[in-house]
């Protein structure tokens, strides 16, 4: 069965560069869902869309913008990146109608900030 | 604000034992999911097994099986017949049904380590 495909797998910036990570949902998914975890810790919620429409918002920094297509990808930008956005973003989908609850994760983007 | 409490950072089992994770949570609404998730060290998240609220019967997939305890707020996860694939961590998580889209709240996580 297709998965959530995210690129890139890992990247590296320097700090105060930009970087943009990209999710392809599983198809007929049409809710995306994007979690930060750091080393150790668990995965924190960032912001979920539905049907193109931000549907929540948690702990996303100023910095960082995201937006789901027409085609249902998204994209999260990360801009003025510092050391502590060091860590693995997942994103995540699932059916947004009624009795479809389950978020299904990608294998998630590495990112390293120097 | 909803909140996920696992009390256990680390856990051990032997090949073929049974061991229980737990899970409590806090919330003021009736109508939610819980969940538990995988994460071995290649740090993919996996979907274990999952729990609506309103339903009395607990969950069950395969070794997996959860005790479901409404009123208390609880939510531990049994693996049967543990195997050395189960070593992972594993996060219990509640999600609110009140909207489409909204995020899973995780616990701190359990490590389970599984000797022969």
């Known amino acids: 069965a297709a998965g959530v495909i995210q690129s890139p797998r890992h990247l590296i910036k320097e700090k105060r560069e930009t970087a943009t990570l990209k999710c392809y949902p599983i198809?007929?998914?049409?809710?995306v869902y994007w979690y930060q975890q750091g080393p150790g810790q668990d995965p924190q919620f960032l912001i979920s869309f539905y049907e193109k429409m931000q549907s929540d918002k948690g702990s996303i920094p100023d910095r960082f913008s995201a937006q789901q297509f027409s085609d249902y990808h998204s994209e999260l930008n990360m801009s003025s990146l510092e050391l502590g956005d060091s860590a693995l973003y997942f994103c995540?989908?699932?059916?947004?109608?009624?009795?479809?609850?389950?978020?299904?994760f990608g294998p998630g983007t590495r990112l390293t900030v120097t | 604000a909803q909140t996920v409490t696992q009390s256990q950072p680390e856990m051990s089992v032997q090949e073929a034992e049974t061991v229980t994770l737990s899970c409590t949570y806090d919330?003021?609404?009736?109508?939610?999911?819980l969940f538990w998730y995988k994460q071995p060290p290649s740090r993919q998240m996996i979907l274990v097994i999952r729990?609506?609220?309103?339903?009395?019967q607990n969950a069950t997939e395969n070794r997996f099986s959860v005790n479901f305890q409404k009123a208390a707020k609880s939510f531990s996860l049994k693996i049967s017949d543990s195997q050395l694939g189960d070593a992972a961590m594993y996060f219990c998580?509640?999600?609110?049904?009140?909207?489409?889209?909204?995020?899973?709240?995780f616990g701190k996580g359990t490590t389970l380590s599984v000797s022969s």
């Open positions: 919330t003021s609404e009736s109508d939610y999911y």
């Open positions: 995540a989908s699932s059916l947004g109608g009624q009795g479809s609850y389950e978020q299904y």
């Open positions: 729990q609506e609220a309103y339903k009395q």
């Open positions: 998580a509640y999600r609110s049904a009140r909207m489409k889209g909204t995020a899973l709240i």
């Open positions: 198809p007929r998914h049409d809710t």
